[in-house]
């Protein structure tokens, strides 16, 4: 009788069902084993009632681990079809460049900034020409 101490409650559950005794869903576990205990059947074949349990508990965890790999499976599956997907993804990019500086639908949701003070030169009023200086500003603002 200490065997059925090792099953859980839903293998005593289904145990009592194959024994065709009237349990349900709420008996505890002390309740389900008394059940089983007192069936006729049980007191006359203890030993098959024993490798019954033994194989309802077997099945039981045989479809765990099945659900288990399923469940790793798809996991494995998901991450194949997103690294693809990522892959695909580097492929086009590498294939359509971003678009030039000249494209103007660029240039007007993202304006190109640039520093005034880092590419003129300083005038120095004192020594430099002033026409000498505009004409260089001229030249690379056209840039």
């Known amino acids: 009788?200490?065997?059925?101490?090792?099953?859980?409650?839903?293998?005593?559950?289904?145990?009592?069902?194959?024994?065709?005794?009237?349990?349900?869903?709420?008996d505890k576990i002390i309740d389900l084993r008394e059940k089983i205990t007192s069936c006729t059947f049980f007191q006359n074949n203890e030993q098959f009632v024993k490798e019954m349990l033994d194989n309802i508990v077997d099945e039981r965890k045989s479809l765990e681990i099945e659900a288990l790999k399923k469940k790793i499976e798809r996991e494995d599956k998901f991450l194949a079809d997103q690294r693809a997907f990522e892959l695909e993804k580097l492929k086009l990019q590498a294939q359509n460049p971003p678009a030039s500086v000249g494209n103007s639908s660029q240039m007007?949701?993202?304006?190109?900034?640039?520093?005034?003070k880092t590419v003129l030169p300083t005038f120095i009023p004192d020594k430099d020409d002033i026409?000498?200086?505009?004409?260089m500003f001229e030249r690379q603002m056209k840039l």
């Open 108 to 116: 007007d949701s993202n304006p190109m900034r640039l520093d005034l």
């Open 131 to 135: 026409s000498l200086f505009l004409t």
């Open 1 to 26: 009788m200490a065997f059925l101490s090792k099953g859980k409650k839903i293998d005593l559950y289904n145990l009592a069902s194959e024994l065709r005794v009237s349990v349900t869903l709420e």
